[in-house]
């Protein structure tokens, strides 16, 4: 009955359209040929909040089908249309006055659904002066070989690009140096999960729970990765132990939320969830709407809408927000 509950309720907040259907931009938008109907825009900002008033290169990097460049018109507004389900990155590095600018934008487009408008406001920082900082060594490396470390060293370049799979191959060869490398074995795992291999993920952070039992980063990840697979009786005890070790953990609260709610257990997944939210506030925002499909399943309609219209004052943007303002009115309408 609980499952019926909650996929009613999501396909009430959800677009009612075509999924060939595009989303409205302006003229002058840059068509990526990538043949979705999804798009990102956004308005560069300067770094006191004015938006800049010239045109600026921008450019859209994708993991398998290369980069799209753009300009922003004379108000700094700019807009990609086209895209399908994938990662995206914006990247704008060529104004030499501001800092290199990178933002990831996921973009998740299920069978059904519309298309979705994601948009950004990218305030840019002016470059400072370069100042030399004294080294700092991890002790975590102190014993590592020099050959293992330049690999991880590599791997965390190529991720911080969105390389992920170069990242992969880097840090295999720094644990193939040195197999108990807990920090690459960790890192590949992160890896995994940026490129969906939730299963190779879980096996990865098991390598390490063997080196470190207690491990906080292994066992939260972990419980992600089975999250992902939706393996959320496995994934229930995993976060219970690795909030033994830290309670105050506002991700693995959520976590355990999501998955317990998936489970039909909705009064242990509230606790959780308001947990999360008490230590993590907008970090993990989309609790709020969790909460608000609990409720919704209770018929408790007046919470389930100061879930949603708190959710929209930290999300004002969100891709459904207009959707979830009409949910929010039938919720109180029908609450009187």
Do not use: C
Not at 164 to 178: G, R, T
């Amino acid at each position: 009955m609980w499952q019926r509950s909650l996929l009613a309720f999501l396909a009430v907040i959800a677009f009612v359209v075509s999924a060939r259907a595009q989303v409205f931009l302006p003229p002058g938008a840059t068509d990526t040929g990538l043949g979705g109907g999804n798009a990102i825009t956004g308005t560069i900002l300067l770094p006191n909040g004015q938006r800049l008033q010239r045109r600026v290169s921008i450019r859209l990097q994708t993991m398998t089908k290369g980069d799209r460049l753009t300009t922003t018109d004379e108000y700094g507004k700019f807009a990609f249309r086209g895209l399908v389900t994938g990662e995206y990155t914006i990247v704008i590095d060529k104004e030499k006055e501001f800092e290199p600018y990178r933002q990831s934008v996921e973009i998740r487009q299920y069978r059904g659904s519309p298309p979705q408008n994601y948009n950004l406001d990218i305030r840019l920082n002016a470059k400072e002066e370069i100042k030399p900082k004294p080294g700092v060594l991890n002790a975590e490396l102190a014993n590592v070989p020099e050959r293992a470390v330049t690999h991880f060293n590599a791997a965390a370049e190529l991720a911080k690009k969105n390389d992920h799979q170069a990242a992969i191959e880097e840090l295999k060869l720094a644990i193939k140096e040195y197999p108990t490398f807990k920090l690459a074995l960790n890192e590949l795992g992160v890896q995994y999960l940026k490129t969906n291999q939730a299963q190779d993920a879980d096996e990865t952070f098991q390598a390490v729970l063997k080196l470190d039992p207690d491990a906080f980063a292994a066992l939260l990840n972990r419980g992600i990765a089975n999250v992902m697979m939706a393996r959320y009786g496995e994934a229930v005890p995993i976060f219970r132990k690795a909030l033994k070790k830290n309670d105050q953990s506002a991700v693995a609260h959520y976590f355990l939320g999501q998955a317990l709610a998936n489970l039909g257990l909705f009064d242990d997944a509230e606790k959780d969830l308001l947990a999360s939210l008490r230590l993590g506030k907008e970090e993990v925002k989309e609790a709020h709407r969790t909460l608000a499909i609990i409720y919704s399943t209770r018929g408790d309609k007046k919470q389930a809408a100061d879930q949603l219209e708190t959710y929209l004052k930290v999300a004002p943007n969100a891709p459904d927000a207009e959707k979830l303002r009409d949910k929010i009115r039938q919720l109180r309408e029908s609450n009187q």
